[in-house]
């Protein structure tokens, strides 16, 4: 067994390119490098500032930025699927609309390319997690302008 996990070390070695021998050893089955682009390892993200609840009535959000990445995870009181939602990115504005109530709508703190942004539901359907892609990485103080 031991010269099978040689051989597949020094085949994963070889796939990372700017990895140099040790690329593959980081995380589980050296995929955890790969998966958080250029944050998923180091000294830890010195630039995350943690999630910030947003929304208001029975259905509460939080969002996070980190780099360029907007995380928006929005936890649903029933199971949706995708027909249940309508998410609209522009640039500088989102809109959320879950069972046909709206959970977010209005102009963004700052701009985002709408055709990188995506979304997805996770949890079995009960949480919906939105993705923006921000121009920048400067900072946003809130996810909407005029909010905290």
């Known amino acids: 067994m031991g010269g099978d996990m040689a051989n597949l070390q020094n085949m994963m070695g070889g796939m990372g390119g700017m990895g140099g021998g040790m690329g593959g050893m980081g995380g589980m ?10 944050g998923g390892m180091g000294g830890g993200p010195p630039q995350d500032m943690g999630e910030i609840d947003g929304g208001s009535g ?7 930025m980190k780099d360029d990445e907007i995380i928006v ?19 500088n504005s989102l809109k959320v609309d879950v069972f046909g109530e ?13 055709d990188e942004s995506t979304w997805c539901l996770v949890e079995k359907g009960t949480e919906l997690q939105i993705l923006l892609s921000a121009t920048t990485s400067n900072r946003w103080s809130s996810l909407l302008e005029g909010s905290d």
């Open 29 to 38: 089955g050296g995929m955890e490098g790969m998966m958080g682009g250029m």
């Open 58 to 64: 029975d259905t509460k959000w939080k969002w996070e």
């Open 73 to 91: 995870r929005i936890t649903l009181a029933k199971p949706a699927t995708k027909k249940d939602l309508a998410v609209k990115f522009g640039a």
């Open 102 to 114: 709206t959970i977010i709508d209005g102009k963004l703190a700052g701009t985002v390319h709408g």
